[in-house]
């Protein structure tokens, strides 16, 4: 029986400390490997020069926390290139549009070993397998992109950052999925007035309007109790877990 292995790299946003890192999920199935953002500090559960083989970081909007440890993993591919260890470029896949000089400074980079393709909406990616495609959430402010992972009947979706103004599109867009890694930035305490990142409590609707099997919760404020997202998203869907650095979920694959 075939494996989709998923590992939690960073879980907690917009700084990471000694113990958590800024988002990052890497996928693995067969020799194929996918990273689901790059957030700061993921380099520290990478397992260099291996994980260089057969990868695609799939970037999904410019904000640092998604991309800090991008360059480092590029200059890293550059350096083992160089040394003969790594024969194949890392494929690094970025949102269209220009941010504030956040695109020129990554694709620009002299010293990387990578190759650059924008983010096509309007197809399916075939990568080692495994199917994916991109929905541009329209809520977190700036074009940024969930991510749709499917082989054979199985079905990921990572939301990466997203807000409550296009709940409609979002809970489509998640329809059915086997596994929904949600954002989770606020809890409702914080009396937020702002519409571009989900609560505990959201997570948990967009979970169960979207009829999806499991959520796994992730993009915390680093100084809040984690477990206030949980009770918050049990209170709309029962099958949820918070996800944690380095403890892996694995989907059979038939
Ligand atoms: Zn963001
Ligand atoms: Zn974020």
Wanted: charged fraction near 25%; hydrophobic fraction near 35%.
């Amino acid at each position: 029986m075939k494996k989709l292995m998923i590992t939690p790299l960073g879980t907690i946003s917009p700084h990471c400390n000694l113990r958590r890192n800024c988002p990052g999920f890497l996928v693995e199935f067969e020799n194929e490997k996918i990273l689901l953002d790059c957030g700061n500090g993921i380099t520290n559960l990478l397992k260099f020069p291996e994980v260089l083989e057969h990868l695609h970081i799939l970037i999904t909007h410019y904000h640092e926390d998604h991309f800090g440890d991008l360059g480092s993993i590029e200059s890293t591919a550059f350096c083992y290139h160089n040394l003969g260890l790594l024969d194949n470029k890392i494929n690094v896949y970025l949102p269209k549009k220009e941010y504030n000089g956040r695109k020129r400074m990554i694709t620009s980079n002299p010293e990387s070993y990578s190759i650059y393709q924008d983010i096509d909406e309007n197809k399916v990616y075939d990568i080692g397998g495994m199917k994916v495609s991109f929905y541009d959430n329209h809520s977190h402010g700036i074009e940024s992109y969930m991510i749709k992972l499917e082989v054979n009947q199985k079905k990921i979706v990572y939301t990466s950052d997203i807000g409550t103004t296009n709940l409609e599109g979002i809970i489509d867009f998640c329809k059915d999925a086997d596994l929904l890694i949600s954002e989770s930035s606020l809890l409702r305490k914080h009396h937020r007035n702002l519409t571009t990142h989900l609560t505990g409590y959201d997570a948990g609707r967009v979970a169960s309007l979207s009829n999806v099997s499991k959520l796994l919760l992730t993009h915390f404020w680093p100084e809040e109790d984690r477990n206030l997202y949980l009770e918050e998203a049990k209170e709309n869907f029962k099958n949820v877990e918070l996800a944690e650095e380095g403890k892996k979920l694995i989907l059979e694959i038939e």
